[in-house]
T-cell receptor, first 114, second 113 residues
Framework: GAVVSQHPSRVICKSGTSVKIECRSL??????MFWYRQFPKQSLMLMAT?????????EQGVEKDKFLINHASLTLSTLTVTSAHPEDSSFYIC??????????FGQGTRLTVV | GENVEQHPSTLSVQEGDSAVIKCTYS??????FPWYKQELGKRPQLIID?????GEKKDQRIAVTLNKTAKHFSLHITETQPEDSAVYFC????????????FGRGTSLIVHP
C-alpha cells in the first residue's frame, strides 16, 4: 500500500534554533500534503496545506513565517519550525492523499524545544 | 467550513463487549467519511471508511453506518479486545480533487481484559 515517510521521528532542539521536518510519499506522487499539529490527547489540528510548485495555504492563526513549508517536488514536503520556542513543542504529523481516497499519514515527529 | 463533532471523548468497555462511537458533521456536501485508529505516539491508521452513496459498511468486527439525512455516522466495534484500545478519530471530507478532511476530537477507547 501507499506509504508516507516522515523524518525525524524525534528531535530535541534549543530555543531559538530552527528544525526541519521532512515528509515523503514513497510510492505515489502527492501534489498536496497536509501538516498537522497534535497536542497530547487531542485531535489533529490542520496547520497548512502544502501545494507542489506553489505557496502553502495556512489555516487561520498559524504563522506562515514561523512554520515555513516547502513542497519542492511531487514526493517531498518540508516543514521548518523557525526560531523554535518551548511552546512549539508538540507532535507534528503530515499526511498525503492519494487521489480522492484515503490520506496516508507519516510517522509523526515529536519536537521538544528546551 | 465543515465541523465534526465526536462522542464520547472516552469509552471504557469490558473485553467482548461492543463499542459505538458517534460523529456528526455539518457540511452536507461532505461525501467521504474515514475512521482512523491512533495508538499512543504513532500515526493514525485508516481502519474503515464509507462514502455517501452507501449506508453501511462492514469489515470483520468493525462496521460503519452513515445517515446522510441526519448527517451522522457511527463506528461499531464488536467483540472488543484489549488491542482495540486506542484513540479513534472520525473525519469528514468534501468531494473534489483535494482531499481535506476535518477530524473529530477523538475517542479514547479502553478495553479492559
Amino acid at each position: 500500500g501507499a506509504v508516507v515517510s516522515q523524518h525525524p521521528s524525534r528531535v530535541i532542539c534549543k530555543s531559538g534554533t530552527s528544525v526541519k521536518i521532512e515528509c515523503r510519499s514513497l510510492d505515489f506522487q502527492a501534489t498536496t500534503m497536509f501538516w498537522y499539529r497534535q497536542f497530547p490527547k487531542q485531535s489533529l489540528m490542520l496547520m497548512a496545506t502544502s501545494n507542489e510548485g506553489s505557496k502553502a495555504t495556512y489555516e487561520q492563526g498559524v504563522e506562515k513565517d514561523k512554520f515555513l513549508i516547502n513542497h519542492a517536488s511531487l514526493t517531498l514536503s518540508t516543514l521548518t519550525v523557525t526560531s523554535a520556542h518551548p511552546e512549539d513543542s508538540s507532535f507534528y504529523i503530515c499526511s498525503a492523499p492519494r487521489g480522492t481516497a484515503e490520506a496516508f499519514f507519516g510517522q509523526g515527529t515529536r519536537l521538544t524545544v528546551v | 467550513g465543515e465541523n465534526v463533532e465526536q462522542h464520547p471523548s472516552t469509552l471504557s468497555v469490558q473485553e467482548g463487549d461492543s463499542a459505538v462511537i458517534k460523529c456528526t458533521y455539518s457540511d452536507s456536501a461532505s461525501n467521504y467519511f474515514p475512521w482512523y485508529k491512533q495508538e499512543l505516539g504513532k500515526r493514525p491508521q485508516l481502519i474503515i471508511d464509507i462514502r455517501s452513496n452507501v449506508g453501511e459498511k462492514k469489515d470483520q468486527r468493525i462496521a460503519v453506518t452513515l445517515n446522510k439525512t441526519a448527517k451522522h455516522f457511527s463506528l461499531h466495534i464488536t467483540e472488543t479486545q484489549p488491542e482495540d484500545s486506542a484513540v479513534y478519530f472520525c473525519a469528514a471530507a468534501p468531494p473534489g480533487g483535494s482531499y481535506i478532511p476535518t477530524f473529530g476530537r477523538g475517542t479514547s477507547l479502553i478495553v479492559h481484559p
